[in-house]
């Protein structure tokens, strides 16, 4: 069974250019999160969504990134425009419930430079 | 807001001793797992606690939900170069969100 996967790996872009994520959670997984998670520190919740409804987006930055979840199996994670700040790993996971009773799934994760 | 506290920061050690990381939450928590990140990699899900007072274990390691259920430990029994990363755990509240610790390096000295 393929796990949760994410494209691209890595990805170099100047500040003021946007930048897309993609990821395919795991079959039969209807939650799916978005991540982004610094260096040295654990992950930060960006959005949690549960089917195609985006159920927990307090932590997203509004102003500059914007998620889909358009069918409710993969998911596209935007940021419009990109500033220094945003270098980070961004890690996309899905669970099997709205608990995450027996894990999250992480895939591994795009590595974004912003210069 | 909930907080999860995890302790120490890093931890360094040399093969075969013991290693152990704590969690502390603000408040209770319905369950707490624990993951492993490799360095360069992302974290795995280790386990989940669900019961005041639980102890799992898993070869070496082995893991503990305090029976306030508001802290827990993971204790790795003579470590090895293969137990070097990040180990998280993370409390889930009333919401269904994870609120993640911000993890423990063990390092392995030569």
């Known amino acids: 069974e393929a796990g949760v996967v994410q494209s691209p790996r890595y990805k170099i872009i100047e500040k003021k250019q946007p930048v897309a994520f993609w990821c395919n959670p795991i079959s039969g997984h209807n939650t799916l999160y978005w991540y982004r998670q610094n260096l040295g520190q654990g992950p930060e919740l960006l959005i949690r969504y549960e089917n195609e409804e985006a159920v927990d987006d307090s932590q997203l930055p509004k102003d500059r990134f914007s998620a889909e979840r358009l069918k409710g199996v993969d998911s596209t994670l935007k940021i419009q425009p990109a500033e220094l700040g945003d270098s980070a790993v961004y890690l996309c996971a899905s669970s099997l419930d709205r608990w995450g009773n027996y894990g999250y799934t992480f895939g591994s994760g795009t590595r974004l430079t912003v210069v | 807001g909930q907080q999860v506290m995890q302790i120490p920061q890093y931890q360094h050690v040399q093969e075969g001793e013991d290693f152990t990381t704590y969690c502390n939450s603000s408040?209770?928590?319905?369950?707490i797992q624990w993951y492993k990140q490799r360095p360069g990699g992302h974290p795995v899900f280790l386990i989940q606690l669900v019961k005041s007072g639980e102890v799992k274990k898993q070869k070496r390691l082995t893991f503990q939900f305090g029976e306030a259920k508001k802290n827990s430990s993971l204790h790795i029994t003579a470590t090895q170069t293969t137990d070097v990363g990040t180990y998280f755990c993370?409390?889930?509240?009333?919401?269904?969100?994870?609120?993640w610790g911000a993890g423990t390096k063990l390092i392995i000295k030569p």
């Open positions: 993370a409390g889930s509240g009333s919401n269904y969100q994870l609120i």
């Open positions: 408040t209770t928590l319905s369950n």
